[in-house]
Every structure is written in structure tokens, then in C-alpha cells.
């Protein structure tokens, strides 16, 4: 199946600084990747919807500014925490289509575990 | 009410049980029903893909739609320890390409050997 990767795979910084976690497909090219949020014993929920070439697109109540996405090449997109708190500890995982497929499987990546300190 | 609920267990079964994993779901339009297997810190591996009403069979793993009752099961079979995990069911209603999956919290499966 398709590969997707993360990097990294854990981080921790202080309160107030920016994080960037970086999304690959390693073996096919995804027009779509999706950004999820997964807190301790909770459901996967979706962040946004990342387009290549084009603005991502955030679900309700997440915000924006805060949560930057760029996916500025078919096999790249990654997801900035801007000045980030406690609270916006999390695991972060990202999944992408492989347009090749004819359904709609999404292949997840490894997640990424963030620690705001 | 929640789009999709699934009773997050947890459940504890004996190794060679018959498992059996379920989720609800609120919204009609659903047509593409999913089973993911997430093993402790990693990201969901998919494990059973469905298109509307219906059975399907991968080896051990079974997977049933009842749109009519808005009831998803997945069953494993002779269970052993590596199919403890947490089983999330997950959904979505159309297609496009930029498909919305809507997540159950999951269900964490221990097969004690």
C-alpha cells in the first residue's frame, strides 16, 4: 500500500514558540492530504483539508492563523503550531489520497506527538 | 447526538474468541464505510474498506453494513494477541476526491494469550 511519513515523530518546545510538522507521500503523488488532531482516548478529528496548490481548507472551529498548512509540492505538506500553548499538546496525524486508487482510502502517516512545555 | 458512536471498551477477550467491534452512526449519506487498526502511538493502518450495504471477508476479518439500521460491525476471528490494538470505524458520504472522513473514538481490543 502507499506510504505516508512524518517527521518528526515527537517534539517538545516552550510555550510561545512554532512548530512545524512536515507530511510526505513516499511512493505516489497525493493532490489531497488531510491534517488530524487525536487527544488522549479520543476520535481522530479532522483539522483541514490540504489541496496542493491551494489554500487548505479548515474545519469549524480550528483556527487558522494559528494551525498554518502548506502542501507545496504533490509529495509535501506540512503544518505549522504557531506560538504555541499547553493545550495545543496533542498527536497530530496526517493522512493522504492516492489518486491512483479508485475509492477512498486514506493512508495514514506515523503521527507526530507534540509537548508544549 | 454524535455522527458516529462507538463504544470505546475496553474489551478483553481470550486468544481464539471471536471479537466482535460495532459503531452507529446518525447520518444517512454515508455510503463508504471504513475499519482502522491503530497500534499504540502510530498512525490508523486500514484493515476493511465497505461501499454502501452489505458483507466482505479479508481472511479473518469480516466486515457488515446495515444501512437500514445505521449499524456497522467489523469481526475477527480467531483472535490472537497481535490484533490487540484500537479498532476505530470511520465514514464518509461522498466522493469528489476530497472525501470528509467522520471518526468513531474507537474501541482498544486486548487478546490475552
Wanted: aromatic fraction near 12%; hydrophobic fraction near 30%; glycine fraction near 6%.
Amino acid at each position: 500500500g502507499a506510504v505516508v511519513s512524518q517527521h518528526p515523530s515527537r517534539v517538545i518546545c516552550k510555550s510561545g514558540t512554532s512548530v512545524k510538522i512536515e507530511c510526505r507521500s513516499l511512493d505516489f503523488q497525493a493532490t489531497t492530504m488531510f491534517w488530524y488532531r487525536q487527544f488522549p482516548k479520543q476520535s481522530l478529528m479532522l483539522m483541514a483539508t490540504s489541496n496542493e496548490g491551494s489554500k487548505a481548507t479548515y474545519e469549524q472551529g480550528v483556527e487558522k492563523d494559528k494551525f498554518l498548512i502548506n502542501h507545496a509540492s504533490l509529495t509535501l505538506s506540512t503544518l505549522t503550531v504557531t506560538s504555541a500553548h499547553p493545550e495545543d499538546s496533542s498527536f497530530y496525524i496526517c493522512s493522504a489520497r492516492d489518486p491512483r486508487v479508485m475509492s477512498y482510502e486514506q493512508y495514514f502517516g506515523p503521527g507526530t506527538r507534540l509537548t508544549v512545555t | 447526538q454524535k455522527e458516529v458512536e462507538q463504544d470505546p471498551g475496553p474489551l478483553s477477550v481470550p486468544e481464539g474468541a471471536i471479537v466482535s467491534l460495532n459503531c452507529t452512526y446518525s447520518n444517512s449519506a454515508f455510503q463508504y464505510f471504513m475499519w482502522y487498526r491503530q497500534y499504540s502511538r502510530k498512525g490508523p493502518e486500514l484493515l476493511m474498506y465497505t461501499y454502501s450495504s452489505g458483507n466482505k471477508e479479508d481472511g479473518r476479518f469480516t466486515a457488515q453494513v446495515d444501512k437500514s439500521s445505521k449499524y456497522i460491525s467489523l469481526f475477527i476471528r480467531d483472535s490472537q494477541p497481535s490484533d490487540s490494538a484500537t479498532y476505530l470505524c470511520a465514514m464518509s458520504a461522498l466522493g469528489g476526491g476530497s472525501e470528509k472522513l467522520v471518526f468513531g473514538k474507537g474501541t482498544k481490543l486486548t487478546v490475552n494469550p
